[in-house]
């Protein structure tokens, strides 16, 4: 009998925790559904600047046409700076409006020839079989990785998705940030990021730090403390 309800109690809550995670998934993905809706709007389906380490990337670092991860693709930014300066890109977003988005803003640019393949993911769930690539990019997507996960994700489906002499360029937010004490953030300091690199074979090229206020889309005028990285895979290692 006590085997029983062991048993009938590991059940119930497993399923309990299934639902929760299902609300969490469901919550975020209508969060950013509105974050896009709203930042298309504001933009009137203009493509809005891409994030600076991105252009910086395709300006200094990449020299030949390669094929790119761009993570959190909101509605095109890095995307469009991509395929201008001759790459194909794979889009990934977890709001399904965030590749819709992307999609019918590089059409209007004739910019849609550039898009290999677009999945509608977290990136805690990016599928096995993509990569490796050149390089993953992507803006502040990477502090929204749940901290228990943070690291495993990282090194699972962000640096082991970038071949060797391949590159990473991204935004995380740091210690001053308006939103860091939020639990469900990872937020990180310039020391943990170059430990996080260089104990996966990493060799960081540019690294830059700021706190300024902006205007976003959800909350007004924000504290932001963002450090900015580009990465680059110097060493082949089993991760």
């Known amino acids: 009998m006590f085997y029983f309800k062991f048993f009938l109690f590991l059940i119930i809550s497993n399923n309990l925790i299934g639902q929760v995670e299902f609300q969490q998934t469901e919550s975020n993905i209508e969060k950013w ?17 891409p994030f600076q380490p991105v252009e910086t990337l ?9 094929i790119i991860l761009d993570i959190g693709c909101e509605t095109g930014k890095n995307a469009a700076c991509l395929i201008k300066n001759g790459h194909q890109v794979v889009i990934l977003d ?68 970038i071949e060797y002499n391949g590159y990473f360029v991204g935004g995380f937010f740091g210690e001053e940030h308006t939103w860091a004490a939020n639990p469900d953030l990872s937020i990180l300091n310039i020391q943990e990021l170059e430990t996080l690199f260089s104990s996966h074979g990493f060799s960081i090229l540019e690294i830059n730090e700021q706190i300024k206020e902006i205007p976003t889309v959800f909350n007004g ?17 089993d991760f």
């Open 33 to 49: 559904m509105d974050f896009n809706e709203k930042l298309q709007n504001q933009t009137n389906g203009n493509i809005p600047q």
């Open 58 to 66: 395709t300006l200094k670092y990449l020299r030949e046409p390669s």
């Open 94 to 161: 977890i709001a399904p409006n965030a590749i819709y988005y992307t999609i019918e803003n590089l059409k209007k640019e004739g910019l849609d020839h550039g898009i290999q393949d677009s999945i509608i993911s977290s990136i805690e769930d990016l599928p096995a079989e993509y990569g490796p690539f050149k390089a993953v990019v992507g803006t502040y997507a990477f502090s929204f990785i749940p901290p228990h996960l943070f690291e495993q994700i990282m090194r699972d489906n962000v640096l082991n998705r």
């Open 221 to 237: 005028i924000t504290k932001f403390h963002t450090i900015n990285v580009i990465a680059h895979r110097t060493l082949k290692l």
